[in-house]
């Protein structure tokens, strides 16, 4: 109830506008001069009050469904899509419903509407020139269009763009708001995801691989790596239980690169959970290997006399 409230407003004051429509054309005949032209301003004041109620309505239709979906949830891919779809088609419509109202305010006038019956005439010459002059402009807004039912990417999806790790966090008709891991916006335009590659990490679901590198000598012992690495996840809750691997991946003329798996719920735990297990095998071959931490050897020789 407390949604439809915002409706009260501009529900009242086009009513009081259709009113006073009503009383100005049983009045008008008897009206000159600067008043004669109250029934015309009446009649754009009409057309935006209508224009202003539907656009309250689609916000409110748009909330009213969206209660049923729980976006903070850690399982959201429903809900994400669900908000995704919804936010595209209601700027979609909101943007249909404000081109109608300024066309019939428009239309309103006699001299506009005159002019509008010529420029039907000749409607395909000016719809080629319009098309090549807006033509950017329409495929950036048919790419927000196609995002909203295609869907390569959701709100509160964690992507790599330009180089960059964010989340999505604002997707219109036009351009699309990355929120970077540092709270940097990086703004770009919808097209840009349909025409170059770039990495959704949670496409199908929040949860996640990580991976943690490390690098040391050929002396480390790997079933005490593997060990440690069993008892630091065990202590942790970023890990999400799924994954759990070490393998030995490389190995260099002085380094020995082994990799870690690990899984998390979702990307920020997971960025959190590399880090913490990075840093808690640095500290485990610190205290108890170090000599295994990454070298480099000489060896001298003695030269011996015969």
Not at 11 to 17: A, I
Not at 21 to 45: C, D
Request: hydrophobic letters at 50%; proline letters at 4%.
């Amino acid at each position: 109830m407390k949604n439809y409230r915002r409706l009260i407003i501009p529900f009242l004051v086009t009513l009081v506008l259709v009113l006073a429509k009503i009383y100005f054309r049983e009045e008008s005949a008897n009206w000159t001069g600067l008043f004669s032209v109250l029934p015309h301003i009446n009649t754009i004041l009409i057309i935006l009050g209508f224009t202003w109620c539907l656009l309250v309505l689609t916000g409110i239709l748009k909330r009213v469904f969206l209660k049923q979906f729980d976006i903070s949830h850690e399982n959201n891919l429903r809900a994400r899509k669900v908000y995704t779809q919804l936010n595209i088609l209601q700027k979609i419509v909101n943007f249909i419903i404000i081109i109608l109202g300024i066309g019939l305010i428009l239309v309103s006038f006699e001299p506009i509407r005159k002019i509008g019956v010529g420029l039907f005439a000749s409607a395909g010459v000016a719809g080629i020139i319009i098309g090549f002059s807006a033509q950017k402009a329409i495929g950036t807004l048919v790419a927000g269009i196609q995002i909203a039912f295609a869907q390569p990417f959701r709100l509160d999806d964690a992507v790599v763009v330009e180089g960059e790790w964010g989340w999505i966090e604002e997707i219109n008709l036009t351009y699309v708001v990355v929120r970077i891991w540092d709270q940097r916006r990086l703004v770009l335009p919808t097209t840009y995801f349909l025409e170059k590659p770039f990495q959704n990490w949670t496409r199908t679901s929040a949860d996640i691989i990580g991976s943690v590198f490390l690098y040391t000598d050929y002396s480390v012992p790997f079933d005490a790596l593997r060990e440690e690495l069993d008892r630091i996840l065990e202590n942790t809750p970023l890990w999400d239980k799924k994954v759990k691997v070490l393998q030995v991946t490389d190995a260099k003329e002085r380094t020995v690169e082994s990799r870690i798996l690990v899984s998390a719920k979702n990307s920020p735990t997971a960025w959190d959970l590399r880090v913490h297990v990075r840093e808690k095998m640095i500290e485990f071959l610190q205290k108890n290997y170090p000599a295994a931490l990454p070298r480099t050897r000489v060896v001298l020789e003695e030269n011996k006399k015969t």
